[in-house]
């Protein structure tokens, strides 16, 4: 698998990719769109992902506050458990998944849904397959208040967090403008901060839209030119390929029970519009091939088997086996370098630091 290193020091002063050389001469990859027509169907469809995120208009990322949202994102003392962390159900050396159907959380309880990946989520329309979160840092909040998930509240968080002298100092050089640097909403903007520079350049794709050639394989290329040709951009383009819509799952077929529960109504339960029922936000195609399982519900481990599911479903089409085979080697070409991330020696806790209930909040009966 490719690195890269992010380092929290080159945050300041963030560019967006690149234009035309100074020159005034055309790029390869100009060149290339003119010489090519897949090419130049594909650099319409599809962004690269830049080397570096964007910043927030409204905070921020400073080195400070990505490298306290890294220490955050590692921190099980956000659980009531003491157990669970960011990383445990978006585990950054398995593709910020965690390999799992739904995500086991507190008390040993199943989630209702199956975690998306954290990487190049700064990048989605908005967060969680409803899209009931507006951004990373309204993200950030709700797990660990989840009793599924990290069974907390705000104000055991601050209590925590205001309880380990390290983190109390760390937050003052994140916030230095606050008279009160140590607050849940700050512990989330941190988490926020680092969690958008989990960004995955340079895949395949990425240096063929760039104009090398030679960067996808001849059965990558024909799995593109049937993705495209399919009608699979209709949802699947941007430059996560997925994630800044909603779209109905079954638009055509529904895909069973199964895939598709009955009682899990998407976004209809985030809008109440009639129109959103079993809406879901669409899915990221970024590094899938380390993603799986599939879909909402997690039923789903072959990437051939859900672009069958996807083609019948969606498009109506039943894809050959050879067809699925294709579009599935044009996907493997999505897998960008992975953020390379120092796991952190977290900071010891004090007498004062609200002591693991590993039941808190879980029912009788349930353990």
Avoid at 40 to 47: E, I, N, R
Avoid at 191 to 220: C, H, K, R
Avoid at 285 to 311: C, D, S
Wanted: glycine letters at 10%; aromatic letters at 8%; charged letters at 20%.
């Amino acid at each position: 698998m490719k690195t890269s290193v992010i380092s929290v020091l080159a945050l300041s002063g963030l560019l967006w990719g690149c234009g035309p050389g100074s020159d005034g001469e055309p790029s390869a990859a100009d060149t290339g769109a003119a010489q090519d027509p897949l090419l130049q169907q594909a650099q319409t469809l599809f962004s690269p992902i830049p080397d570096q995120a964007p910043e927030r208009a409204d905070h921020a990322m400073t080195p400070a506050k990505v490298e306290l949202g890294k220490m955050l994102y590692f921190e099980p003392r956000l659980s009531a458990s003491w157990l669970i962390s960011c990383n445990t159900c978006h585990n950054l050396g398995l593709g910020g998944v965690d390999l799992m159907e739904t995500s086991i959380g507190h008390g040993w309880q199943a989630g209702p849904r199956n975690a998306p990946t954290v990487l190049n989520s700064v990048y989605n329309l908005a967060q969680f397959w409803d899209g009931r979160a507006a951004d990373l840092m309204e993200q950030a909040q709700g797990p660990v208040q989840a009793a599924v998930e990290m069974s907390s509240t705000p104000e055991r968080t601050v209590e925590t967090l205001r309880s380990i002298p390290a983190y109390v100092a760390m937050f003052g050089e994140a916030f230095p403008d606050d008279a009160d640097p140590v607050t849940f909403a700050n512990m989330a903007r941190a988490i926020e901060a680092f969690e958008a520079t989990l960004v995955t350049p340079n895949s395949p794709l990425d240096l063929y839209l760039g104009g090398n050639d030679a960067a996808l394989t001849d059965d990558e290329k024909t799995g593109l030119a049937l993705f495209m040709d399919s009608g699979c951009t209709a949802c699947h383009g941007g430059i996560l390929l997925g994630g800044s819509s909603y779209q109905r799952f079954g638009a055509v077929r529904n895909p069973g029970a199964e895939l598709l529960p009955p009682e899990d109504r998407g976004r209809f339960n985030v809008t109440g519009d009639p129109n959103d029922e079993f809406a879901f936000k669409v899915p990221v195609l970024r590094n899938v091939e380390l993603t799986a399982p599939y879909f909402h519900t997690g039923k789903v481990w072959g990437i051939e088997e859900a672009v069958g599911v996807m083609g019948e479903a969606q498009l109506g089409k039943e894809f050959t086996g050879v067809e699925r085979a294709q579009i599935a080697a044009f996907l493997n070409s999505l897998t960008g370098e992975q953020p390379e991330v120092e796991y952190p020696v977290l900071p010891v806790h004090t007498a004062d630091t609200p002591q693991p209930d590993p039941w808190l909040g879980v029912g009788a009966g349930t353990h």
